[in-house]
């Protein structure tokens, strides 16, 4: 079915034009500059859907405990409803049987849902000392042969996994991941820089929330987080709520990484969405206070409420960039490390017609994905 917006505001890679825009197939067939008279979307603005690429869950329920397909639809359209058109459902550290159901699980929620467009396992090869809200008890050695079996439980929709380069085996395992279509981002570790610099070299490209749950910057003991920094192939995720990265830290992070390497996520929990109180990260109680979550027994922080509109709007205020340059933070920079850019990511010719309509106050009035409005 054919859907035309007359004489809108539209942001392209290259900026905003008013354009003609037609849809079809679930594709941008056409996007033409245009100084049309015409006043129908006047006030109107298109931008890129979202992508978060790390994501536990939100509305009261979490990927890793989820039981159905139809609760696994009710998260996503929370995110659709906040201008997320693909995400990968992130799973935590669990026991083998748990992550495998919930492996299968997705796989046929992503059958029929095209938001989903992989699978982020954040673990179980990580380092305990930095485990965060990971579960101790389940954490892995990191093997070939083990990833073998979580690509095939997954039919082939695990897409990024984190891992902890420190960890004996990790560069077999890293190359082998990547070999066979799975990004590779660090994290959860307690990494040096020879270590990390060893992972970057076996293929892995990213880091899972810069400066959450890794050693941190040091003078004399460069590390993993200084790596992160110090490489410009390495992309690096920042939680983008203002509390797990101060304001002026994602700021510092930008200045050095330049737009292209920061990638925006929410890192949400069961509780993105919902008031302050008692909640759960897999089956780790969790205590929500003034958006902050943490482990109510041992008050080490864990995740977020963050959405991903609030997101791209607190990046803009957090470094005074434009919309140009949130939106490749928000959406075309996880599209490239992922390998997706020629799909998702931006507003262009031949790519999925994944976008958000807003208003002239920056508010959210519709939102398609593959064309068909979501929300």
């Given at each position: ?10 942001l ?53 405990t989820?039981?159905s ?11 659709a ?5 693909s ?31 992989g ?12 485990k ?5 008890s ?30 004996e ?6 190359k ?7 990004r ?12 990390t ?16 749950a ?29 509390i797990h990265?101060?304001?002026e ?9 330049g737009n292209?390497?920061?990638i ?10 919902l008031?302050?109180g ?10 929500v ?5 943490v ?6 922080r ?7 509109k609030?997101?791209?709007?607190n990046?803009?205020?957090f470094?005074?960039?434009d ?5 490749k933070?928000c ?13 998702v990511?931006?507003?262009k ?27």
């Amino acid at each position: 079915m054919k859907k035309e917006f007359k004489n809108i505001k539209t942001l392209t890679e290259h900026g905003y034009i008013n354009a003609d825009l037609v849809v079809e197939d679930g594709k941008f067939l056409s996007i033409k500059e245009t100084k049309s008279s015409d006043k129908t979307n006047e006030g109107k603005i298109i931008i890129p859907g979202f992508i978060d690429e790390h994501t536990h869950g939100a509305d009261g329920l979490d990927f890793t405990t989820v039981k159905s397909i139809e609760e696994i639809e009710k998260i996503l359209d929370f995110y659709a409803k906040h201008g997320v058109t693909s995400v990968l459902p992130t799973l935590l550290t669990e026991r083998d049987e748990v992550v495998f159901k919930q492996l299968e699980l997705i796989y046929q929620a992503s059958l029929r849902n095209p938001m989903i467009k992989g699978i982020h396992m954040e673990g179980p090869f990580l380092c305990k000392e930095y485990k965060g809200a990971q579960l101790e008890s389940c954490l892995q050695t990191p093997t070939p042969e083990k990833s073998k079996i979580f690509i095939e439980k997954s039919h082939g929709l695990l897409k990024l996994m984190t891992i902890a380069p420190e960890n004996e085996g990790s560069e077999e395992t890293i190359k082998y991941l990547t070999e066979h279509g799975v990004r590779v981002t660090l994290g959860h570790s307690a990494a040096d820089f020879d270590d990390t610099t060893k992972a970057l070299k076996s293929g892995a490209c990213c880091m899972t929330h810069l400066f959450n749950a890794m050693k941190g910057i040091h003078q004399h003991t460069p590390s993993i987080c200084s790596a992160g920094l110090y490489y410009d192939d390495f992309y690096t995720e920042v939680i983008l709520d203002g509390i797990h990265v101060h304001s002026e830290m994602v700021e510092f992070i930008r200045r050095i990484k330049g737009n292209d390497r920061v990638i925006g996520i929410t890192d949400s929990l069961m509780a993105a969405g919902l008031p302050d109180g008692n909640y759960f990260i897999g089956e780790t109680p969790i205590t929500v206070k003034n958006h902050d979550c943490v482990i109510t027994e041992t008050g080490v922080r864990a995740g977020s409420t963050l959405d991903m509109k609030r997101a791209f709007d607190n990046v803009k205020k957090f470094t005074n960039i434009d919309d140009l340059e949130a939106s490749k933070i928000c959406s075309l920079n996880s599209a490239k490390m992922l390998g997706l850019d020629d799909k998702v990511g931006s507003i262009k010719e031949g790519k999925n017609a994944d976008f958000i309509v807003l208003n002239s106050n920056y508010e959210i009035e519709e939102v398609y994905i593959n064309g068909e409005r979501k929300a």
